[in-house]
């Protein structure tokens, strides 16, 4: 599907819904939090992943058709992540985490706006509503490259720190993850790309530069 109309009647013979991704703590041997991923169950009861809906944006060539396309987009994100709080609030355990994927884009969007609007951001809004302790969230900042400043957005990060968010970088060595936005985001926890991982099984300069990274 490469049209907005061909996702929209997807997504009417289906209903959407959130899959929660355990993480799991090597040192404890439990769950330490889940992470939020979409999925679409149709009539027939099949399953299928939002992945490519919410990267079908890269294979628009229209400017104007991807504006439309991305607050699609944002608009199933957002059912989503309301659904998934409401779940993680009624049904999670004490001390486990919430993972909610942001793109950097994302964020962009809202900075673009805070000089016309004082709300909070909305990630932000969401949890309050919900009356969910913020230090059980955790933000990760997908895998996107964008070509704007992201030294602009230190004071949105500062906001969602202050009111005790985490924040997590997704996918450490592959295409847009780099160290640029680990000195912006100070991110408490770093996703590790799995290539990295395998390579250091085999090669000492990659299991030192994992070292350098954890300590």
Same mark, same amino acid.
């Given at each position: 599907?490469?049209?907005?109309?061909?996702?929209?009647?997807?997504?009417?013979?289906?209903?959407?819904?959130?899959?929660?991704?355990? /993480?799991?703590?090597?040192?404890?041997?439990?769950?330490?939090?889940?992470?939020?991923?979409?999925?679409?169950? @149709? @009539?027939?009861?099949? /399953?299928?992943?939002?992945?490519?809906?919410?990267?079908?944006?890269?294979?628009?060539?229209?400017?104007?058709?991807? /504006?439309?396309?991305?607050?699609?987009?944002?608009?199933?994100?957002?059912?989503?992540?309301?659904?998934?709080?409401?779940?993680?609030?009624?049904?999670?355990?004490?001390?486990?985490?919430?993972?909610?994927?942001?793109?950097?884009?994302?964020?962009?969007?809202?900075?673009?706006?805070?000089?016309?609007?004082?709300?909070?951001?909305?990630?932000?809004?969401?949890?309050?509503?919900?009356? /969910?302790?913020?230090?059980?969230?955790?933000?990760?900042? @997908?895998?996107?490259?964008?070509?704007?400043?992201?030294?602009?957005?230190?004071?949105?990060?500062?906001?969602?720190?202050?009111?005790?968010?985490?924040?997590?970088?997704?996918?450490?060595?592959?295409?847009?993850?780099?160290?640029?936005?680990?000195?912006?985001?100070?991110?408490?926890?770093?996703?590790?790309?799995?290539?990295?991982?395998?390579?250091?099984?085999?090669?000492?300069?990659?299991?030192?530069?994992?070292?350098?990274?954890?300590?």
């Amino acid at each position: 599907m490469k049209t907005i109309k061909e996702w929209m009647q997807w997504f009417k013979n289906g209903e959407i819904f959130p899959f929660f991704q355990p /993480i799991v703590s090597v040192q404890n041997k439990s769950v330490f939090g889940y992470e939020v991923l979409g999925r679409l169950k @149709t @009539t027939k009861g099949e /399953i299928y992943t939002l992945g490519d809906f919410f990267q079908a944006n890269d294979l628009l060539k229209n400017r104007e058709e991807s /504006i439309q396309f991305f607050s699609y987009q944002q608009y199933i994100d957002n059912q989503i992540l309301r659904n998934a709080l409401i779940q993680f609030k009624n049904h999670a355990k004490v001390n486990s985490k919430l993972f909610i994927n942001l793109s950097p884009m994302k964020l962009w969007n809202y900075h673009k706006e805070v000089g016309r609007n004082d709300d909070l951001p909305p990630i932000l809004k969401e949890v309050m509503e919900y009356s /969910i302790d913020p230090e059980k969230i955790v933000i990760e900042i @997908t895998e996107e490259y964008i070509q704007n400043n992201l030294e602009l957005l230190k004071p949105l990060i500062e906001i969602y720190k202050g009111f005790g968010f985490n924040f997590a970088i997704d996918d450490l060595g592959s295409r847009a993850s780099n160290f640029d936005r680990i000195a912006i985001f100070r991110p408490e926890i770093i996703k590790v790309d799995m290539a990295i991982l395998r390579k250091s099984l085999s090669d000492r300069n990659y299991r030192e530069i994992l070292y350098s990274l954890s300590q």
